[in-house]
């Protein structure tokens, strides 16, 4: 029980703060099917740090140094999605998909040069990289709490006051709901359009590195993040885009999730279901959920199409 | 010279430019890794199966006739107002049917290839009920259905019919040739030409359905009503055209397509399946997506846009691992089509060049 508490907990974090980053983006109106790989490269820059600088700086200045290398990473990364999408108006689903098939490619090149690099150039490395992961993890009691679920809490309170108690939250709402009717009283659609890309980024790269460091030692980068960004879609949308229900969402999918990491060890293993069913569990719950919930979804209106100042 | 041919000239030449920048950044990644050695690698992607004759032109082959039906089935998809995103998942499971009707049922290759089909129709056939009945967008819903799908067919062929189909000696799949010769798909003397082992006529195959596709597309009236639907919904209902049953059949179809790929491939022999360690989608499912886009989803096009991808990834294949990652193929591809994402802008732009000119000389 305990084990399944502290799985929920951790997938929990990562599923909320990268679908309250698909949340900023698509309220600005930009559909970022791009998180998969915005978490990779923001997982990517984050474990690099680690092993580079790991264990010649104190703990809690790697973790900082991680997390900002993460975020930084996925707000640049993200600036990709949003000049495609909102400079040069092109269609955001396909532009968010090259950028997933782009950041696994670039994290298996990045992670077996630096491999090659350190073994002495013999070839054929892998695209593992290994890392020490202890700076994170604090106990209380029985269960072990990483840093990102403080964080994770901090960031939803500050997401959900910036987006319904704030100005600038109501700007950005405007960009996705009614980007003409926000154009005419002076706003500029592009620039919230990207703030709320570039937010979306951030958010993401954070999801990524939560997502690989506190679990394992070691990550293998051929299989990027395996779906957790595209997971992350559906709790937005069961969320509908609102930061609480986000939250709730979140761990009711990290329940499924954790299902598979305790399969084997746990009274589940009675079952007799092997692991892939247990992985497969996320998915067909998100389908059915999707399909009870879209019919009255309450998606930002705007979203998908790119603003065009002089059309009507 | 008429507007038709000037569009499709337009086409090609931003294609191209896209194929040129994509190629370009591949270039300088090489240098970034390797600037001694870059020049040589950068030829070998150029070369692609060429640098390694006639083995490699074989592989090259191999390769795209399941690249040709990933690329019709996004392809089509796209003609229809869709985004199959979900080939990949319908290539995997489409394996399943594959592998299942050669190992267990021994079957002959033609009955796998239409088993593979099937099992790719049904699985492209599920993301469009949840779009047509539920108001689910098909991407969402495919990329789910790819992820279920994989772990699906991994349960299936590693211990599903008590582990017949899995071979504990190499961790895969049993090899064709072994254990079920009927069902290879027969090679026409090809594999002599190129000292292969897996270049069979699977190559003509994906051409003559490609063709098939191109005819239904453009001449007939079903092809017609289902472009309908991809252009205008409202529109297409309005003229009594029953949009929900056509966004069922185009995904139904585009899914089949994905399936025959599969079949293509693996019943070619060209590989076995891993169920243990196949923890990521197969990358030629992804690549008909930049197959597609490369060809604007004309299926004619998209033969030659396959064979220009399956050409980049035999290359990178070919690249000293010493210095390079062959995965610097799979970047390549993946620049190609985030440029892709806005070929239209070329073209806008060129078509207004065209069209300045056009009034100036006036």
Sequence with gaps: MILLIKYTLLYAVVLMLVALGGMFSERSGVINIALEGIMTIGGLAGVFVLSLFGGTVSGPVLVAFAVLASVASGMVYSLLLAFSAITLKADQTIGGTALNMLATAIAIVAVKAFNN????????????????????????????????????????????????????GLRLRACGEHPQAADSVGINVYHWR??????????????????????????NFEVGVAGAGFLALAVMI????????IAGAAVFFAVFKSLSNIADSTVLASFGLSKNIYSMMPFIASMIILAFTSKNSRAPKAEGIPYDKGAR | MNEKGKDMILSIGASLVCIIIGLFVGFLILCCINSGNAMDGFQRILKGGFYLKPKGIGSEITQAAPLIMTGLSVAFAFKTGLFNIGAAGQYTVGIFGALYSAIILGMPWYVCLLAAMFCGAVWGALPGIFKAYFNVNEVITSIMFNWIGLYLVNELLYTGFHGAMYDQKTTRTYKLSAAAPQALIPDGGLNAIFKTSSTTIAIFLAVIIAIIMYIILNRTTFGYELKACGFNKDAARYAGINEKRNIILSMTIAGALAGIGA???????????????????????????????????NPIGVVFSAIFVSHVSVGGAYLPTKYFQPEIADLIVAVIIYLCAFVMLFKGVALNLFKRKNKEGK
Excluded: H
């Design chain 1, 117 to 168: 690099s350190s073994a002495s150039g013999n070839g054929a490395a892998s695209a593992k990289l290994t890392y020490d992961n202890g700076p994170f993890i604090y106990s209380v009691g029985p269960i072990t709490i990483n840093i990102f679920l403080i964080l994770g809490v901090i960031l939803l309170v500050c997401s959900s006051v910036f987006l319904f108690k704030t100005k600038w």
């Design chain 1, 194 to 219: 990207y703030a709320g890309v570039v937010i979306s980024g951030a958010l993401g790269g954070l999801g990524g590195l939560a997502y690989i460091v506190p679990s394992v030692s070691t990550w």
């Design chain 1, 238 to 245: 069961f969320g509908q885009w609102k930061p609480y229900r």
């Design chain 2, 263 to 297: 079949g293509l491939y693996f019943l070619s022999g060209a590989s076995e399946w891993n169920p243990q360690v196949a923890t990521a989608l197969p990358a030629i499912g992804f690549n008909g997506i930049p197959v597609a886009l490369l060809a604007m989803s």
